[in-house]
């Protein structure tokens, strides 16, 4: 085929399957309530070892139930395919599903009023059985990460009020200054089987850490205040050596 006939027959073809797409979309006309009906797949990871995936699925609450977000219920399904099975069930949320090194375990963030009002760390086993509670947080997780051996957890946590503080709200003189008694974003870390948690981190706010490969450091980022303009404008990365 010569130049000219292969510029002729690719903008053809295009057309061809452009009128098609077109053709199958008016046949298939997108609703409101099929927008609205939508489930979507979010935080997928695949195991250690390649042979399972975990992933979150969100699905609308129905006409009946009562108001709120979106159910986001934990499922495994294989790599190679087949069908998913469902590890946790709505009322309870999960979210940022995480691997053990060993793929025996599944570690997940959960709000479960049963074990704790806050936003905590969870696991459940692979080979069935129920989620247990790993993290302890007197005001909830923001994120966690494993350590590269699976040995510890690390996770980030937002400052509580003081028992002075909630006896003020409690009051009505909840008033706050600007700029003014902030709550950090503070870094723990705990036995990844659940254990207390001590602070690795002083007055500072962290936004984000990352494990180093062989698991004895941990780098961070941090800025002075819990401000958004200190976030964006005045991080800093810090190494942290962790002693065994």
């Given at each position: 085929?010569?130049?000219?006939?292969?510029?002729?027959?690719?903008?053809?073809a295009v057309?061809?399957?452009f009128?098609t797409?077109?053709?199958?979309?008016?046949?298939?006309?997108?609703?409101?309530?099929m927008v609205?009906?939508?489930k979507?797949?979010?935080?997928?990871?695949i195991?250690?070892?390649?042979k399972?995936?975990?992933?979150?699925?969100?699905?609308p609450?129905?006409?009946?139930?009562?108001a709120g977000?979106?159910?986001?219920?934990?499922?495994?399904?294989?790599?190679?395919?087949?069908a998913?099975?469902?590890?946790?069930?709505?009322?309870?949320?999960?979210?940022t599903p995480?691997?053990?090194?060993?793929?025996?375990?599944?570690y997940?963030?959960?709000?479960?009023?049963?074990?704790?009002?806050q936003?905590?760390v969870?696991?459940i086993?692979?080979?069935?059985?129920?989620?247990?509670?790993?993290?302890?947080?007197?005001?909830?997780v923001?994120?966690?990460?494993?350590?590269?051996?699976?040995?510890?957890?690390?996770?980030?946590m937002?400052?509580?009020?003081?028992?002075?503080?909630?006896?003020?709200?409690?009051?009505?003189?909840?008033?706050?200054g600007v700029?003014k008694?902030?709550?950090?974003?503070?870094l723990?870390?705990?036995?990844?089987?659940?254990?207390e948690?001590?602070?690795?981190t002083?007055?500072?706010?962290?936004?984000?850490?990352?494990?180093?490969p062989?698991?004895?450091?941990?780098?961070?980022q941090?800025?002075?205040?819990?401000?958004?303009?200190?976030?964006?404008?005045?991080?800093?990365?810090?190494w942290?050596?962790?002693?065994?």
């Amino acid at each position: 085929m010569n130049r000219n006939r292969f510029a002729r027959v690719v903008p053809a073809a295009v057309l061809a399957l452009f009128l098609t797409v077109v053709a199958y979309a008016q046949q298939q006309t997108v609703t409101p309530e099929m927008v609205v009906a939508l489930k979507i797949v979010t935080a997928a990871t695949i195991d250690p070892a390649g042979k399972n995936i975990a992933y979150v699925l969100t699905t609308p609450r129905g006409a009946d139930e009562d108001a709120g977000g979106r159910y986001s219920e934990l499922f495994v399904i294989p790599a190679a395919g087949g069908a998913a099975k469902q590890f946790t069930f709505k009322p309870n949320n999960a979210s940022t599903p995480q691997w053990s090194p060993d793929g025996k375990w599944i570690y997940f963030a959960s709000r479960r009023k049963e074990f704790d009002e806050q936003n905590e760390v969870y696991r459940i086993p692979i080979d069935g059985g129920e989620a247990q509670l790993v993290s302890k947080s007197s005001n909830g997780v923001r994120q966690f990460k494993l350590s590269p051996d699976g040995k510890w957890l690390a996770y980030t946590m937002t400052d509580a009020a003081t028992a002075a503080e909630k006896n003020d709200t409690k009051k009505g003189a909840d008033v706050q200054g600007v700029d003014k008694n902030f709550k950090q974003h503070r870094l723990y870390i705990q036995a990844a089987g659940g254990d207390e948690a001590k602070a690795l981190t002083g007055d500072m706010s962290v936004w984000d850490f990352e494990w180093s490969p062989d698991g004895g450091q941990i780098i961070f980022q941090a800025s002075a205040t819990p401000r958004t303009d200190d976030s964006f404008m005045f991080k800093k990365f810090i190494w942290l050596r962790l002693t065994a």
